[in-house]
Antibody
Framework: QVQLQESGPRLLKPSESLSLTCTIS????????WGWIRQAPGKGLEWIGF???????NYNPSLKSRVALSISTSRNQFSLRLSAVTAADTAFYYC???????????????WGQGTLVTVSS | DIQVTQSPSSLSASVGERVTITCRTS??????LSWYQQKPGKAPRLLIY???SLQSGVPSRFSGSGSGTHYTLTISTVQLDDFATYYC????????FGQGTRLEF
């Protein structure tokens, strides 16, 4: 059973960059896409983006100018960087494996436990 | 972006009842529709993908159906463990989630 674990700083100041890493255990990067989703406290889910082992990535248009994903097959990790954060970026950040429908990355079938990142001056 | 609207936003039920949650999309998503369950303090859990395919390990009392712009998640006989928030998600285009449906006792 694949397990995912997010790690990274949990308290940021406005204008700083958020950096999180997701470490995969019990499996490898393989031929999956890997993604990030966030959830502001008490709110709904928002897709951030996903990335393939080649480095090919797709981003939420609303965040695209501030987001970059990266991946390391040797370390079995993938990472999220979100620049110029504000209080509106305070959220639980989840990493997840992406499942396919007809070769299209479509659903999130394995999730990390999530990590709360707070942006506050 | 495709808008995803769930109804109702909250729902009261008793153990043993049949419950249906609806998800409507602003344009067809061609069955690229998934359902998740989330309990407080936990990550979401995939229940259904491709509108009606049951994820491995998910009890058979959960089922999904629909096509085009109209999809439903049904719990045939609600159990205590099912009280949670449910989200639908489309992946026909840029993935978007519904706002959630809270199933309450």
């Amino acid at each position: 059973q694949v397990q995912l674990q997010e790690s990274g700083p949990r308290l940021l100041k406005p204008s700083e960059s958020l950096s999180l890493t997701c470490t995969i255990s019990g499996g490898s990067i393989g031929t999956y896409y890997w993604g990030w989703i966030r959830q502001a406290p008490g709110k709904g889910l928002e897709w951030i983006g996903f990335i393939y082992k080649s480095g090919s990535s797709n981003y939420n248009p609303s965040l695209k100018s501030r987001v970059a994903l990266s991946i390391s097959t040797s370390r079995n990790q993938f990472s999220l960087r979100l620049s110029a954060v504000t209080a509106a970026d305070t959220a639980f950040y989840y990493c997840a494996r992406v499942g396919y429908i007809a070769s299209r990355p479509s659903f999130f079938d394995n999730w990390g436990q999530g990590t709360l990142v707070t942006v506050s001056s | 972006d495709i808008q995803v609207t769930q109804s109702p936003s909250s729902l009261s039920a008793s153990v043993g009842e049949r419950v249906t949650i609806t998800c409507r999309t602003s344009q067809t998503v061609d069955r690229y529709l998934s359902w998740y369950q989330q309990k407080p303090g936990k990550a979401p859990r995939l229940l259904i993908y491709g509108a009606s395919s049951l994820q491995s390990g998910v009890p058979s009392r959960f089922s999904g159906s629909g096509s085009g712009t109209h999809y439903t998640l049904t719990i045939s006989t609600v159990q205590l463990d099912d009280f949670a928030t449910y989200y639908c998600q489309q992946s026909y285009t840029t993935p978007t989630f519904g706002q959630g449906t809270r199933l309450e006792f």
